[in-house]
Structure formats: structure tokens, C-alpha cells
């Protein structure tokens, strides 16, 4: 990443957070990926970092986070804010999750048409693509 002359350790427009030892604030993350707390003037982000080095994972990478920060896909996942490739290192940055979580939201609400039910589901997992790769046996 880049490095400033005040040792600053920023990406983009957003720095990277410490804690009070000055290490790097981590976020959680899955391999490939390592997730780290950044910020701007207005607000606190979440970084992913690709650890891999491998050109068509990096690429396959890339072009699902592009699609998310052009929106061509509709997702429950947090909106990314900025993405691309520093010293040769592909990362994405995201806003922290807030709200109610979404298990908390249907154990209140009442049942949903089967319609209805089945686009969301649909675009969730949709949305997972963008964090990691899982095999959709984990999910049942």
C-alpha cells in the first residue's frame, strides 16, 4: 500500500486505522482476503486486502467488485466504495454494516409471499459472491 512521508499507510483516499499500539485495526475476513479498518474525513470503512497472487483470481476478483461499485447487481452486501489494485495488491472497500440484522428483521415479521421470499434469498446469495467464495453446501 501506499506510504506517505508522515509512515501514514493509506489506500485510495481512505487511511488505514490503528489501534493504540499502532498496529493495523483487523476487521473479520476469509482467506483469500484480509479485512482491515480505513477512513476518510466522514466515515470509518472496512478495507479487504487479496492476499493471492494469482492473476486469474485476482481478475475474477476485480470484475465482481467492479459490478457491485457500477451496480449492476442488486445486493444485501454493504455497497462498495472504492476498488483497485495498490502495489500490485487488488482490494475493495465497503461500509461497516449497521442496521438490524436480518435474522432479528424475519423472526419479526411476518411471513412473506413465496415470491417475495425467493428474490431475496436469490439476491443474497448473489451478494456472497462478493466476499469470499463458499461452496453453496455450506449454506444448507
Not at 415470491?115 to 453453496?136: D, G, P, Y
Amino acid at each position: 500500500m501506499n506510504s506517505e512521508v508522515s509512515q501514514e499507510l493509506t489506500v485510495g483516499r481512505f487511511k488505514f486505522a490503528r489501534d493504540n499500539g499502532g498496529e493495523l485495526v483487523s476487521v473479520s475476513s476469509k482467506h483469500p482476503l484480509e479485512g482491515y479498518m480505513v477512513h476518510d474525513e466522514s466515515e470509518y470503512a472496512r478495507i479487504h486486502i487479496l492476499t493471492s497472487t494469482d492473476k486469474r483470481l485476482q481478475q475474477h476478483y476485480l470484475s465482481l467488485w467492479e459490478a457491485n461499485y457500477r451496480g449492476r447487481f442488486t445486493a444485501i452486501f454493504p455497497e462498495i466504495l472504492d476498488f483497485g489494485i495498490d502495489d500490485e495488491i487488488p482490494y475493495y472497500v465497503s461500509r461497516i454494516p449497521h442496521g438490524e440484522r436480518l435474522v432479528d428483521y424475519l423472526e419479526k415479521s411476518q411471513p412473506w409471499p413465496g415470491q417475495m421470499a425467493a428474490r431475496v434469498l436469490c439476491r443474497f446469495l448473489t451478494s456472497l459472491r462478493f466476499q469470499e467464495e463458499i461452496s453453496f453446501n455450506e449454506l444448507v
